[in-house]
């Protein structure tokens, strides 16, 4: 009866390994998936601007097209994008990549952020959005690196500041809530609708793709904060109202 023991254990454990290669396989698969979308993205990102540009070159090299300034810069304009796009793209492997690149630094997040706001708050004036900061009594310090710390702020501020319409307004709290930072980016912008929401933290998710390409995102940005965030064990959440506003809540750990 030994021997049928030994059968049944090993039974049960080829079962369980059964399991395990299985769940894995789905995650594979799921990898896979998302592998294959994001090349084509990427390629579809890198096809817009490339074809506008060849347009524009085949109509001169036609003579039905003068190389005018007005031209050059509409070909100049296409040439940021691919530039910015590829910039960020290489941000978000980087991000991906994790640890290498983080150089954690002692931070005074007080600080910190009020020079951020200090320094994006003409821009802000002169669209007329009210932008408002309120920090603690207490310090919050962060070990962090300065850099990534300085993306997530101003991609999450930036962003509040594209969605939000003249006259509107953007608030950032810091607040100390157990042994984490907690900032908040509030706007009274455009929102997103709540079918929308859930994707916003998707490579190359872009609500509404006319309108941001006016804007000229490239809907990696929140895709990179998130990376970043979470690959230093912090948090991000999003919570949209369309028509009255989004707030983004991002919790780091503090050093005690
Ligand atoms: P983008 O570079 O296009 O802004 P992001 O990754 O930063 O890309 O954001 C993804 C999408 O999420 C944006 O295109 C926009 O539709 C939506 N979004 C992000 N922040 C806000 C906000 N504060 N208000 C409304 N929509 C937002």
Same mark, same amino acid.
């Given at each position: 009866?030994?021997?049928?023991?030994?059968?049944?254990?090993?039974?049960?454990?080829?079962? %369980? /390994?059964?399991? *395990?290669?299985?769940? &894995?396989?789905?995650?594979?698969?799921?990898?896979? =998936?998302?592998? @294959?979308?994001?090349?084509?993205?990427?390629?579809?990102?890198?096809?817009?601007?490339?074809?506008?540009? *060849?347009?524009?070159?085949?109509?001169?090299? +036609?003579?039905?097209?003068?190389?005018?300034?007005?031209?050059?810069?509409?070909?100049? !304009? !296409? $040439?940021?994008?691919?530039?910015?796009?590829?910039?960020?793209?290489?941000?978000?492997?980087?991000?991906?990549?994790?640890?290498?690149?983080?150089?954690?630094?002692? =931070?005074?997040?007080? #600080?910190?952020?009020?020079?951020?706001?200090?320094? &994006?708050?003409?821009?802000?004036?002169?669209?007329?959005? +009210?932008?408002?900061?309120?920090?603690?009594?207490?310090?919050?310090? /962060?070990?962090?690196?300065?850099?990534? &710390?300085? #993306?997530?702020?101003?991609?999450?501020?930036?962003?509040?500041? @594209?969605?939000?319409?003249?006259?509107? @307004?953007?608030?950032?709290?810091? #607040?100390? *809530?157990? +042994?984490?930072?907690?900032?908040?980016?509030?706007?009274?912008?455009?929102?997103?609708? @709540?079918?929308?929401?859930?994707?916003?933290?998707?490579?190359?998710?872009? %609500?509404?793709?006319?309108?941001?390409?006016?804007?000229?995102?490239?809907?990696?940005?929140?895709?990179? $904060?998130?990376?970043?965030?979470?690959? *230093?064990?912090?948090?991000?959440? %999003?919570?949209?109202?369309?028509?009255?506003?989004?707030?983004?809540?991002?919790?780091?750990?503090?050093?005690?």
């Amino acid at each position: 009866d030994l021997s049928q023991r030994v059968e049944v254990t090993s039974k049960d454990e080829i079962g %369980v /390994l059964g399991e *395990q290669v299985n769940q &894995l396989a789905t995650k594979l698969q799921k990898l896979e =998936i998302l592998r @294959k979308k994001l090349t084509a993205d990427v390629a579809h990102e890198l096809r817009t601007p490339l074809t506008t540009i *060849q347009s524009y070159i085949e109509a001169f090299q +036609d003579g039905v097209m003068s190389i005018d300034e007005g031209n050059l810069n509409s070909i100049h !304009e !296409e $040439v940021l994008r691919l530039v910015g796009l590829v910039s960020d793209l290489q941000e978000l492997a980087i991000a991906e990549g994790g640890k290498p690149n983080f150089k954690a630094e002692l =931070i005074n997040l007080k #600080k910190f952020v009020q020079s951020r706001i200090n320094g &994006l708050s003409k821009l802000f004036t002169d669209k007329d959005i +009210d932008l408002n900061l309120t920090l603690p009594n207490e310090d919050i310090k /962060l070990e962090f690196d300065k850099k990534a &710390l300085n #993306k997530i702020i101003r991609n999450l501020i930036s962003n509040a500041y @594209k969605y939000t319409n003249s006259g509107g @307004k953007v608030s950032v709290n810091l #607040k100390k *809530q157990e +042994d984490k930072a907690l900032i908040t980016v509030r706007d009274t912008g455009i929102g997103i609708s @709540k079918e929308e929401l859930p994707y916003i933290f998707e490579r190359f998710y872009r %609500v509404d793709e006319s309108r941001t390409r006016e804007t000229g995102g490239t809907g990696i940005g929140l895709a990179i $904060v998130k990376e970043l965030i979470e690959s *230093q064990n912090g948090i991000i959440t %999003v919570d949209s109202e369309l028509g009255e506003g989004t707030e983004f809540k991002v919790w780091l750990p503090i050093k005690e």
